[in-house]
């Protein structure tokens, strides 16, 4: 009967370890596709999905002072997400992302859940790029900060 406990108090903390694996764990800083002395361009973009499942990526607003949204997004809560990556993948219909442009022509898509990698040599955009998640309403409001500016 007590080998019975044992075992059964073993197996429910192999359990719960294996689901704390999952868990969302804070992170310092978020760590750009390339360096931030390359970035070109900063702009809010909605994507969304044609018919054909093609990616739709329709600029809303073109951000004019970089340094200053780089400071903003980095008070942002992030998170690194130890499990399967999730991209900016729209789910829904059309989704606001971050849209980070390096002068060597590649670029990532950010939302609150993930993000997305297009890397211009192999013109190809990877979805699930990064395990980092963002604070749901810190980003949203990041981003309705700069799409109710000046439109």
């Given at each position: 009967?007590?080998?019975?406990?044992?075992?059964?108090?073993?197996?429910?903390?192999?359990?719960?370890?294996?689901?704390?694996?999952?868990?969302?764990?804070?992170?310092?800083?978020?760590?750009?596709?390339?360096?931030?002395?390359?970035?070109?361009?900063?702009?809010?973009?909605?994507?969304?999905?044609?018919?054909?499942?093609?990616?739709?990526?329709?600029?809303?607003?073109?951000?004019?002072?970089?340094?200053?949204?780089?400071?903003?997004?980095?008070?942002?809560?992030?998170?690194?997400?130890?499990?399967?990556?999730?991209?900016?993948?729209?789910?829904?219909?059309?989704?606001?992302?971050?849209?980070?442009?390096?002068?060597?022509?590649s670029y990532e898509l950010i939302n609150h859940c993930g993000q997305s990698e297009y890397?211009?040599?192999?013109?190809?955009?990877?979805?699930?790029?990064?395990?980092?998640?963002?604070?749901?309403?810190?980003?949203?409001?990041?981003?309705?900060?700069?799409?109710?500016?000046?439109q």
């Open positions: 009967m007590k080998r019975n406990r044992i075992t059964s108090l073993l197996l429910v903390l192999a359990v719960c370890f294996s689901f704390s694996a999952c868990k969302v764990r804070f992170s310092e800083k978020y760590q750009f596709i390339d360096s931030e002395e390359n970035i070109d361009a900063i702009s809010i973009v909605k994507i969304s999905y044609n018919d054909s499942s093609e990616l739709i990526q329709t600029n809303i607003k073109t951000v004019d002072d970089k340094d200053g949204f780089l400071e903003k997004f980095r008070s942002v809560g992030c998170y690194i997400y130890f499990g399967d990556p999730v991209g900016p993948d729209s789910t829904e219909d059309e989704d606001k992302v971050i849209k980070i442009s390096y002068k060597n022509g890397i211009s040599e192999k013109d190809k955009l990877s979805f699930y790029a990064g395990f980092n998640v963002f604070d749901k309403e810190q980003f949203e409001a990041l981003i309705s900060e700069y799409v109710t500016k000046e």
